[in-house]
């Protein structure tokens, strides 16, 4: 009889959990008729972001649904609303409310209309001075700093998902991805399927939970804060070097290496040691090794800015071999 009460309670008590994020949630849905979608401004690996009209300009995420497991995406995706409307930071770009309802699942935000860090460094291959890469590192890092505070782990930190407005950082993508692993089951049955640019982003501890086939259960991939500190580390290098770590080398060889705790080498990198001592700190094959954001915004402060990150006269050329 004591079994069945507690499974009577505990039923009850998910039941009325559900409840309450759905009347919490009210006042953030957005009804699909009500947005005006303009143009698309890309495809990402879980949907299309559009420009569109909703009071304004703003950025439309709408989300490919797998219609077989449309309702467990819609409670995933009710979840990962639930902690972005708690979101309110000037480093994080603005959640304004999501279409809620399948098969129109999306989220409306904010509008950036510069550019990416990823555009800047990578296409443009723009070189930043080394105070506008500690202003910029320092951003976000306090925008991740919030997050974290809020009990939110991004667990896609990279330089696509960071925009530069005029000069401000604007963190976007963050905490989906749990929901965004539910679009994607099945594509790829017998083999893992890897984005380019993602690998250098992943910790250790995520390499080692990589398999082919079906995707994992999402709460099986260890992301935390600490992945998103090691993340981090990788946009660090990025504005530094205006390279990803890793450069060139088969994603079998980052998982192996990665996986095994080799880093990138920095021995022909034209930098301090303080500067290399936040990249190593970031990459530390244990998870608890690695710095806050806190304490890594307070670190970034105390870096000397007047010193050049590089310099286009001395490109930086990279070993591949792995520095202990
Ligand atoms: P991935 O799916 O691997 O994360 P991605 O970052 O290119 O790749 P999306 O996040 O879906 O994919 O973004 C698609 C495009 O929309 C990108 O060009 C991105 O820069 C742009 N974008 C995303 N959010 C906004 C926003 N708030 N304002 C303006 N453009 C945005």
Known sequence: VDSI????????????????????????????????????????RFGTVFKGNWHGDVAIKMFDID??????????????????????????????GACMKTPHLGIVTSYCKLSTLHTHIHQRRESFPMNRTVIISSQIAQGMGYLHARGIVHKDLKSKNIFLESGKVVITDYGLFNFTKLCHDDRH???????????CYLAPEIMHSLRPGKSKVPDEVPFST???????????????????????????????????????????????????DILMLCWSFKPTDRQDFVSLQRTLERLPKKRLARSPSHPVHLSRSAES
């Open 226 to 276: 600490h992945s998103d500190v090691y993340a981090f580390g990788t946009v660090w290098y990025e504005l530094l070097t205006g390279e990803w770590p890793f450069r060139s080398l088969p994603p079998e060889a980052i998982i192996w290496q990665v996986g095994k705790g080799i880093k990138q080498s920095l021995a022909s990198m034209q930098a301090s040691r303080d500067v290399k």
């Open 5 to 44: 009460d507690s499974t009577e309670e505990s039923l009850n008590q998910s039941w009325h959990r559900q409840n309450s994020i759905s009347v919490a949630l009210k006042e953030w849905d957005i009804p699909y008729e009500d947005l005006q979608f303009d143009s698309i401004v890309g495809k990402g």
């Open 67 to 96: 219609t077989d497991t449309k309702m467990e995406q819609q409670a995933a995706f009710k979840m990962e609303v639930s902690m972005l409307k708690k979101t309110r930071h000037e480093n994080l770009v603005l959640f304004m």
């Open 189 to 199: 049955a017998n083999s893992l399927h890897i984005p380019p640019g993602w690998l």
